[in-house]
């Protein structure tokens, strides 16, 4: 298993076009994690998957953010109309389901709206 | 609600140094607490975890000791090497069975040869 990675590792894009991200846990997880992390600030938790199912979003995950996971296994994350204050890293992250242990993160993928 | 507070960065230390970075938290109840790194370049990792009072986390000679009367998770490392470089985030699992980290802003480390 190579853990759990993310794509792209890079975006740019124009203000009010849509992006679309992608996921692949490791494949025995069964929680799904996003996270959004802005410079010099700690990851903040938007939303996560229990198998297909999705348990939780924050407040910060607006109605321009929508995320899925078809079949409990990769999931993507969709901004669509993006502005520039979604610029950021966003991060993926797979669990057993274990409470808080035993997650692994991906690298990430870096937006940035110009 | 749930939060944690970090000592700001950056902490620049010379190579064999002793090595604190301080975290206080609130939250309800009695929530697992974590030690992530972050290399440049790289995914977080965890560093070291503790899920109750008085436990310590300890792992490449990074400890970290769960103070309730304190409500603290410090660092602490007797000697940094310059390979510790990177962004240290301490975290809070939150409340009920989500799975959910709650995050520090962040330290950033340097070790100077």
């Known amino acids: 298993d190579t853990g759990v990675s993310q794509d792209p590792r890079h975006k740019i894009t124009k203000r009010g076009q849509n992006v679309t991200f992608r996921c692949d846990p490791i494949?025995?997880?069964?929680?799904l994690y996003w996270y959004r992390q802005t410079l010099g600030q700690g990851p903040e938790f938007l939303t996560y998957f229990q198998n297909e199912a999705q348990l939780e979003k924050s407040r910060l995950l607006s109605d321009r953010f929508s995320a899925e996971r078809p079949k409990g296994s990769f999931s993507t994350l969709e901004i669509q109309r993006t502005e520039q204050g979604d610029s950021a890293m966003y991060l993926c992250?797979?669990?057993?389901?274990?409470?808080?242990?035993?997650?692994?993160f991906g690298s990430g993928t870096r937006l940035t709206v110009v | 609600g749930d939060s944690v507070t970090q000592m700001e960065g950056p902490v620049t230390l010379s190579e064999e140094a002793f090595l604190t970075i301080n975290c206080t938290y609130t939250a309800t109840g009695y929530p697992s607490l974590f030690w992530y790194v972050q290399y440049p370049g790289e995914g977080l990792q965890l560093l070291l975890k503790a899920t109750k009072a008085d436990d310590k986390g300890s792992n490449k000679g990074f400890e970290a000791t769960y103070r309730k009367e304190t409500t603290s998770f410090h660092l602490e490392k007797g000697s940094v090497q310059v390979s510790d470089s990177a962004v240290y985030f301490c975290a809070l699992g939150g409340s009920g069975n989500t799975g959910k980290l709650i995050f520090g802003q962040g330290t950033t480390l340097q070790v100077k040869p």
């Open positions: 494949s025995e997880h069964n929680r």
């Open positions: 992250a797979s669990s057993p389901g274990q409470g808080s242990y035993g997650y692994t």
